[in-house]
């Protein structure tokens, strides 16, 4: 069974940076999606960004990305170049808003589909992992 494993949470000043790390434990090539979502007590998950991998010529590369507008400039997902199942959240001039917890979700297989507009298309969801931006 797929799992997902996420780390690299902590606590950091405003204007800080953190890498969060999820690692999906896929044995077979096929189009997958990694997504990373954050919540805060009392708050729905917000999707903050997103990699899709299509199964095909460039599936070795870095697939199509997208962010949330409050992210944009400041995160990114890229995937690691040695395990191409392990994809990293930079996370740069972080600022207290963007304190929650933080969620790797993945979707895998040909029907393979992601969006950080909702989470309905979640297949495997990581335990988490707490970013906190406070001086």
């Known amino acids: 069974q797929v799992q997902v494993l996420e780390s690299g949470g902590g606590s950091v000043p405003p204007g800080g940076s953190l890498r969060l790390t999820c690692s999906a434990s896929?044995?077979?090539?096929?189009?997958?999606?990694i997504a990373w979502f954050r919540q805060t007590p009392g708050n729905e998950r917000e999707g903050v960004a997103r990699m899709y991998v299509p199964f095909g010529p460039t599936y070795y590369q870095n697939g199509s990305t997208m962010y949330a507008d409050s992210v944009k400039g400041r995160f990114s997902i890229f995937r690691d170049n040695a395990n191409k199942y392990t994809m990293y959240l930079q996370m740069n001039l972080l600022k207290p808003e963007d304190t929650g917890m933080y969620y790797c979700?993945?979707?895998?297989?040909?029907?393979?589909?992601?969006?950080?507009?909702?989470?309905?298309?979640?297949?495997?969801w990581g335990q988490g992992t707490q970013v906190t931006v406070s001086s």
């Open positions: 896929l044995t077979t090539r096929d189009s997958f999606c």
């Open positions: 979700a993945a979707d895998f297989g040909p029907r393979a589909t992601c969006t950080i507009g909702h989470s309905d298309w979640v297949r495997r």
